[in-house]
């Protein structure tokens, strides 16, 4: 049974960092294009960040300069690690894998991680 799996999430203020990690459970390897999405209450999902396994990275204007994201392949896991947290970043966080091409945010994603929770407070 394949399935992601998101864990790191929590409660931090301002300014601090957390790391997330999916893990692609069931997978034999870790699939093409990878991509962190967030959702917060009474808003669109939005799309964070992606990686594709050739290395091509994309991050949304919102975070970039704060938010980077990494994939260990030999782990099947994918990461992000968030710095300069703002309080605007509080949501769900989910992580979504396409085993093919195009690597682009908003493209249709096959598989989802059940989410995990960050809260960034003033």
């Known amino acids: 049974q394949v399935q992601l799996v998101e864990s790191g999430g929590g409660s931090v203020q301002a300014g601090g960092s957390l790391r997330l990690s999916c893990v692609a459970s069931?997978?034999?390897?870790?699939?093409?294009?990878m991509a962190w999405f967030r959702q917060a209450p009474g808003k669109e999902r939005e799309g964070v960040a992606l990686i594709s396994g050739g290395g091509t990275i994309r991050t949304a204007d919102s975070v970039k300069g704060r938010f980077t994201i990494s994939r260990d392949n030999a782990k099947n896991t994918l990461y992000l690690q968030m710095d300069s947290l703002k309080p605007e970043d509080t949501a769900m966080y989910y992580c979504?894998?396409?085993?093919?091409?195009?690597?682009?945010?908003?493209?249709?994603?096959?598989?989802w991680g059940q989410g995990t929770q960050v809260t960034v407070s003033a």
């Open positions: 069931g997978y034999k390897y870790l699939p093409y294009c």
């Open positions: 979504a894998a396409a085993e093919d091409t195009p690597c682009v945010l908003n493209r249709r994603f096959g598989r």
